[in-house]
């Protein structure tokens, strides 16, 4: 009977902790998923665009923004010769869902990109065969292509190298100088770089009417990569906004007609929907163990009571009463952190099941929580049983 009692009363620590941590890996693992999935947009990196990003809990007045110039390839080379706190610097341009063709092969879905010397800085390109291209390459928009995995599986079955094939590109041709490395699928829907095909920028001009200031087929946009110095990247984003402000002869109390963005304010916009995931989790699994942490304070009320005997013994035999006190506080916590450890447990059997590009992962962090969560409701638990055991009476506990 106390077998059951105490397994029941486990049962609500356990799934207390298991409701708290698994909410908490789930989150932990959606972040990481996301914010990796988001890497496309680069880290320390400012972009010159039309249009803002969105921000948290604020209205988005694209009809402010609707007739601002786009970003053109005279401000970027202006900004080339006069920045002097990028270490990257590029400006660039993509065709979604364009076809590509080799021979009778042909790939879609492929995000076709235009970019300029410094693209592969900002984007960190990691090309496994073959090389990027050169300036002289990107100065003539000369016809050259690096392209991703996908692209190269599809259009070159059966291991064949792409270097020096001639691809089609809008019944274009484009010879294929680079392939870039594997990445996998994104999670949240974002395409990989494995479905890219990278050419110059002034290739891509050539195709699609992009980089002229005004109302293009595509809006092209300027990123700039900081150095570790610029703490923040205020100096070259202050520096950017001169520019940008001179070269569109913008009065002082005129107002920016271009936007600064940065992948943080994307990432800030996530943490809050990530927080309140956090915040549910907590109030779910905290109401599960508050039913547990009444369930190991009575077992500690009626263990004392069963041992009251044992007790005056002890007492009587010199035992003092902090030796009491912590002998029945230990019996408290150790049945809540095993309920703890059980809960943990049934976290770490979910990270075997297959959630299709959500990869979860349990972190140090969540178990040590999980387990000092446990001791803290053992704490509570049994502190007030413990504190009655140890203020007996040795006379009237060895006659009871």
Do not use: H
């Amino acid at each position: 009977m106390n077998l059951l009692r105490t397994i029941l009363s486990l049962l609500g620590v356990t799934v207390g902790i298991f409701s708290i941590i698994a909410v908490l890996t789930l989150v932990d693992s959606l972040e990481k998923n996301i914010k990796d999935s988001l890497s496309f947009l680069g880290s320390g990196v400012i972009y010159i665009n039309k249009w803002p990003f969105p921000e948290a809990n604020q209205e988005y007045r694209w009809w402010d923004y609707f007739r601002r110039p786009t970003p053109s390839i005279r401000e970027y080379r202006e900004l080339e010769e006069n920045l002097t706190n990028e270490s990257a610097l590029a400006i660039y341009a993509n065709r979604q869902n364009s076809i590509i063709k080799y021979e009778s092969n042909s790939v879609g879905d492929v995000s076709l990109i235009g970019g300029s010397y410094g693209y592969s800085d900002l984007f960190e390109l990691d090309i496994v065969e073959g090389r990027y291209f050169t300036r002289t390459e990107i100065a003539s928009g000369r016809n050259v292509a690096i392209i991703g995995a996908n692209i190269v599986d599809n259009l070159f079955p059966g291991g064949r190298s792409p270097l020096g094939k001639v691809i089609r590109i809008k019944n274009t041709k484009f010879t294929v100088i680079g392939t870039l490395k594997r990445e996998g699928d994104s999670f949240i829907g974002f395409s990989s770089k494995d479905d890219d095909c990278v050419v110059p920028y002034d290739a891509f001009r050539k195709l699609y009417n992009t980089g002229t200031g005004r109302w293009n087929e595509l809006e092209s946009q300027i990123g700039m990569k900081g150095v570790e110095e610029d703490i923040g990247l205020v100096e070259l984003e202050n520096e950017a906004v001169g520019i940008m402000r001179s070269l569109r002869g913008l009065k002082p109390r005129e107002a920016n007609n271009f936007a600064t963005n940065r992948p943080e304010a994307l990432s800030s916009i996530l943490e809050g929907v990530f927080d309140t995931l956090s915040i549910a989790g907590w109030f779910i699994g905290l109401f599960a163990m508050l039913i547990g942490g009444f369930g190991i304070a009575n077992i500690m009320f009626v263990s004392v009571k069963e041992r009251t005997n044992i007790i005056g013994i002890q007492k009587s035999m010199g035992a003092k009463n902090y030796f009491i006190l912590f002998q029945f506080l230990f019996e408290a916590v150790f049945l809540s952190i095993i309920g703890g450890m059980a809960g943990l447990f049934l976290v770490y059997l979910i990270t075997f099941i297959p959630m299709g590009s959500l990869e979860v992962t349990m972190t140090l962090k969540n178990i040590i929580l999980g387990l000092g969560v446990s001791a803290t409701i053992g704490v509570i638990s049994g502190i007030i049983p413990a504190a009655l055991a140890a203020r007996l009476d040795p006379v009237i506990a060895i006659r009871s």
